[in-house]
Every structure is written in structure tokens, then in C-alpha cells.
């Protein structure tokens, strides 16, 4: 098992930045597809973005898409996502997933972090 930690959330400004990270206890993330869910207080949790284990494929919502950046690096056993020119919908609490399928992590992980809260003011 993996188990996702998130950190890096809080209040930022629309159009400023944020970086959320990812580290895991248990398994080591390295091992593992990962992504980033958000869910928005009445809403649904949203798909954001995934990676690969080697950190070579990518994969966005369209809503995100030129603005936010998922990352990794396996020596530090981290995932990183990069928000930038944020906006006051992007709000949410953050989710790090993580499954042994890239194509599953996209949609129903089987490992999910406590989440993160992101608040962006307009």
C-alpha cells in the first residue's frame, strides 16, 4: 500500500501561483501512476491532471490545461503541482491519487491523500 500526503495548499490571489507536492509513506510513490482530484464544496470530485511513473506522459483536464504543470521526481519520491494563473473556480480542497495504472489513476485510484485545501480570492 501507499499511502498520498499533500501539502502546500492556502489562500492565494487570482492570478498568482501555487505549488501543491505529493509524498507518500508506505510505498514509495516512485512506484506508482499518480494524479491530483479536487472537489469543490457541492461538487463532485474533479479529475485535475496525472503523471506516470516515469514521469514521461501527462494528462489534463481541459480547464487546467496551459496553466497548471504536474511533476515528479522519483530521487526525492515527490509529485508536484504547479498552479498558475489561478482563478477563483479553481478552488477546492486537492487530492494526490496514486495507482498502480496510469489509465485507472485518471479515473478511479485506488489510493487518495487527505487532501489540501487551495483558496483562491478574487
Known amino acids: 500500500q501507499v499511502q498520498p500526503v499533500e501539502s502546500g495548499g492556502g489562500l492565494v490571489q487570482a492570478g498568482g501561483s501555487l505549488r501543491l507536492s505529493c509524498a507518500a509513506s508506505?510505498?514509495?510513490?516512485?512506484?506508482?501512476?499518480t494524479g491530483w482530484f479536487r472537489q469543490a464544496p457541492g461538487n463532485e470530485r474533479e479529475f485535475v491532471a496525472a503523471?506516470?511513473?516515469?514521469?514521461?506522459?501527462?494528462y489534463y483536464v481541459d480547464s487546467v490545461k496551459g496553466r497548471f504543470t504536474i511533476s515528479r521526481d522519483n530521487a526525492k519520491n515527490t509529485v508536484y503541482l504547479q498552479m498558475n494563473s489561478l482563478k477563483p473556480e479553481d478552488t477546492a480542497v486537492y487530492y494526490c491519487?496514486?495507482?498502480?495504472?496510469?489509465?485507472?489513476?485518471?479515473?478511479?485510484?485506488?489510493?487518495w491523500g487527505q487532501g489540501t485545501q487551495v483558496t483562491v480570492s478574487s
Open positions: 491519487t496514486a495507482d498502480s495504472l496510469f489509465s485507472r489513476v485518471r479515473k478511479f485510484p485506488d489510493y
Open positions: 503523471i506516470s511513473r516515469s514521469g514521461d506522459t501527462t
Open positions: 508506505g510505498h514509495t510513490l516512485s512506484g506508482y501512476a
